[in-house]
């Protein structure tokens, strides 16, 4: 059945101060090279998976530093840890860990991948 | 006879001037508006990128300017120089006249007053301030809002009255950005347990040991980069200030909360320098610094012949630069009075 009615669309406005940055931290601790990103992109250029499909390493490290969790955690599972990134990485961060660390942090703590 | 050279302004560029002119041979006479030299090297704390302090830059300053032959005048604003026949005629606000052979104008910056950026609400909310009163809390030791009480989260604008074609600034003036890290490293180490948060619209690390300083910010001071220009501040009911930008790294608007904004204020033409400009018919660029008579190779020379220029009347710089920019102001002041028949 046709349902009508009025809808609220779902501001796209990151609210830095109601968002959990608790899977960035957990990634952040083990992996400190996890700070020194510098949204170059290097690592999104070289990827196979964002070469066929919408995957960005770039922009899922930005959307976990704002705690904009939701959208990462089902799409961080594309990557095929090939490690590409790690190589082409002029930070030296250690990506490949990163995506690891974050798909952890997300089954230990289902509740801040909201 | 001694030649006589007058220098225009006693900060950074001035006194290295005045001090190697002194070196070299000349008697000088140095000019500056306030009570005493130093220019702006008397208000900040650090110094980039190795944080050392600015008065040890002062105290070789003012060693080089102490020496024989190098009388300073403080409290004096030259408003006119007049060329006859290899002479300068120098004339101060009171109608004082002083002469030359040869002059150097070191008049420097001022910095962009940034209540002209309504939109971030320098002198109308209390917890907006601008870099140079974050370097006047440093120096007194405390980071306070304007209740007392201590910051947690703090928010740096980059750019403020640089890249703004609505302020009539289309440069960069090149320093902030490693201000704004240095600055952030220094909340951090005053206040351990605050956040900060950097808005930028590019990150502009030009210059020796400043990318380093930059990673040093995120690798050990957590300090956070966020892309974006802040487009308007509010203030709420909770006296927190309300920051809008687009985080354009996301793709997406933002809005946080911080307690104490810095806005990181640009380097403009100094009113001294502008009014000099227009008195004495010297030429000024686009963007209203003093315009050199060649960018390549005559960096320091004027369009008036025996007028030279020193440091930041030209362009922003650094003080490696502008110390460099000095001497070789210096240098041209050497070649011209030994081809002059004066």
């Known amino acids: 059945m046709e349902r009508f009615g009025f809808a609220i669309s779902k501001g796209r406005q990151i609210d830095y101060d109601a968002n959990s940055r608790h899977i960035a931290g957990y990634i952040s601790e083990r992996e400190p090279s996890f700070r020194v990103c510098i949204e170059c992109g290097c690592c999104a250029a070289t990827c196979t998976t964002g070469n066929f499909t919408s995957f960005s390493l770039r922009e899922l490290h930005i959307l976990l530093k704002r705690g904009e969790n939701e959208s990462v955690r089902e799409n961080i599972k594309k990557c095929m840890l090939c490690g590409k990134c790690t190589l082409v990485c002029p930070r030296g961060v250690n990506t490949r860990n990163v995506v690891t660390l974050a798909r952890q942090a997300f089954q230990k703590f289902p509740a801040d991948a909201v | ?342």
């Open chain 2, 1 to 342: 006879m001694e030649k006589h050279v007058v220098v225009i302004g006693g900060g950074v560029a001035g006194m290295e001037a005045a001090g190697h002119l002194q070196k070299s041979g000349f008697r000088v006479s140095l000019f500056e508006k306030e009570e005493k030299p130093g220019g702006h090297l008397n208000d900040w704390y650090k110094l980039f990128p190795d944080r050392r302090r600015s008065s040890e830059v002062k105290e070789y300053l003012d060693k080089i300017t102490s020496e024989d032959g190098i009388k300073i005048i403080t409290g004096s604003i030259i408003d006119k120089i007049v060329s006859d026949k290899n002479q300068f005629r120098i004339s101060d606000k009171d109608g004082k006249e002083y002469s030359a052979d040869a002059v150097i104008i070191a008049t420097g910056f001022d910095l962009f007053k940034s209540e002209r950026k309504e939109e971030y609400g320098y002198g109308i909310y209390d917890n907006v301030i601008t870099s140079a009163d974050l370097e006047k809390m440093f120096r007194s030791g405390s980071i306070e809002l304007a209740d007392g009480r201590i910051p947690e989260t703090v928010g740096i604008v980059h750019c403020v009255g640089s890249r703004d074609e609505k302020v009539g600034n289309l440069y960069c003036s090149k320093l902030c950005c490693v201000t704004a890290v240095k600055q952030a490293i220094e909340i951090r180490e005053h206040l351990p347990s605050s956040k900060v948060f950097c808005f930028y619209m590019d990150m502009r690390m030009g210059g020796a040991y400043y990318e380093e300083l930059y990673r040093e910010a995120q690798e050990e001071w957590g300090v956070n980069f966020i892309r974006g220009k802040v487009s308007e501040v509010s203030e709420a009911i909770n006296n927190k200030l309300v920051i809008k930008s687009e985080d354009t790294l996301a793709g997406k608007p933002l809005k946080m909360q911080v307690d104490m904004l810095v806005l990181m204020a640009g380097m403009e033409m100094s009113e001294g320098g502008l009014k000099l400009s227009e008195s004495s018919g010297l030429n000024k660029g686009n963007n209203r610094f003093f315009s050199p008579a060649d960018h390549h190779f005559g960096s320091n020379k004027s369009n008036i012949k025996g007028i030279f220029y020193a440091g930041t009347c030209t362009m922003p710089m650094n003080i490696t630069e502008t110390i460099s920019h000095a001497r070789a102001a210096v240098s041209d002041v050497i070649d011209y009075l030994k081809d002059s028949k004066a």
